[in-house]
Every structure is written in C-alpha cells, then in structure tokens.
C-alpha cells in the first residue's frame, strides 16, 4: 500500500503535536523532563506489534521474534511517522528543561 505525500506529511506533523503535547503535559505534571522520551519507545512497539502484552511472558520467544520481524519489514513512511512522534516527545523534553531554566515554574 502505498502512502500519498500530503498524507505522510500531515501524519508526521500529527505525531509530532501528539506526542511533544502528551510529554508537555506529563513532565509538567510529574516533574521528570525527559519522562516522555523514556515511554515513547514501549508505545512504539505497541504501535508496531500485533502480539498481546502478556505473550511477552508466557511466550517470550515467539513475541520478540515477531516483533524484530514487524520492526525489520517497516516501510520508510511508517519509520518517518514514529521517528517524528519520538522527535517530539523529545522537543517537550528540552522545552520544559529550557522554561525551568528560565524560572517558570509549573504546578
């Protein structure tokens, strides 16, 4: 299948508000900067993987195999949208460093 440009535009920009919002929000909340950019990796294999959560216990083997298969057999475009989406969450990461460097505080 194949993506049109405009589409792979928009869903790079949507990740990229989605989570640097998300990750602005809980380091705000939890006062951990770079609390997002830690996450965002598990909710990308997530995104990724087809296997239930719990397979990875009961069936460590066959889980990370499929996984390291999905992962291997990204298209360019899906590897652009996560790349983006991690992009922001680490943007959220500098920006909150760079207001508590300037004396605002939150919460």
Avoid at 44 to 52: H, L, Q, S
Wanted: glycine fraction near 6%; aromatic fraction near 14%; charge should be positive.
């Amino acid at each position: 299948m194949q993506m049109n440009i405009v589409v792979l535009i928009i869903s790079m920009l949507l990740f990229f508000v989605l989570f640097f919002g998300i990750g602005f929000i809980l380091n705000m909340l939890l006062r951990m900067s770079w609390i997002m950019a830690i996450i965002y990796p598990i909710i990308a294999i997530f995104i990724v993987d087809k296997v239930r959560f719990v397979e990875y216990f009961t069936n460590s083997q066959q889980a990370f195999s499929d996984l390291f298969a999905r992962i291997t057999h990204l298209a360019v475009a899906d590897i652009l949208i996560l790349a983006c989406g991690w992009g922001g969450a680490l943007i959220a990461g500098v920006t909150i460093k760079a207001l508590r460097k300037k004396g605002y505080q939150m919460f």
